[in-house]
Nanobody
Framework: VQVVESGGGWVQPGGSLRLSCLAS????????LHWYRQSPQKERERVATISQGGSTIYYADSVKGRFTISRDDDRNTTYLQMNALKPEDTAVYYCNARFKTSDFYNFWGQGTQVTVSS
């Protein structure tokens, strides 16, 4: 299984980025998909989740109204659209594909850096 994030980079406050996560060699449509982030001296935070089928979506309070998670099961890809970015959004963003609450079918990407600064 491979999970690969892309789309990170530097952006000024108020700007936008779209992260992508391609997961291969798994039955993608069966997995819940999560985005996490971690910055220095902070614990890893779950930012957003989209369930298999897309019927259930979760956002952390800190990103509600600014971030949008989506999935394309035909492309084995999940996206995180990030708008109105703030300096406190600076972090490494990780994609996680997990089958229900399994610890075995639980796959992570290597992370992509997002930096928001002027």
């Amino acid at each position: 299984v491979q999970v690969v994030e892309s789309g990170g980079g530097w952006v000024q406050p108020g700007g936008s980025l779209r992260l992508s996560c391609l997961a291969s060699r798994l039955t993608f449509r069966n997995y819940d998909l999560h985005w996490y982030r971690q910055s220095p001296q902070k614990e890893r935070e779950r930012v957003a989740t989209i369930s298999q089928g897309g019927s259930t979506i979760y956002y952390a309070d800190s990103v509600k109204g600014r971030f949008t998670i989506s999935r394309d099961d035909d492309r084995n890809t999940t996206y995180l659209q990030m708008n109105a970015l703030k300096p406190e959004d600076t972090a490494v963003y990780y994609c996680n594909a997990r089958f229900k609450t399994s610890d075995f079918y639980n796959f992570w990407g290597q992370g992509t850096q997002v930096t928001v600064s002027s």
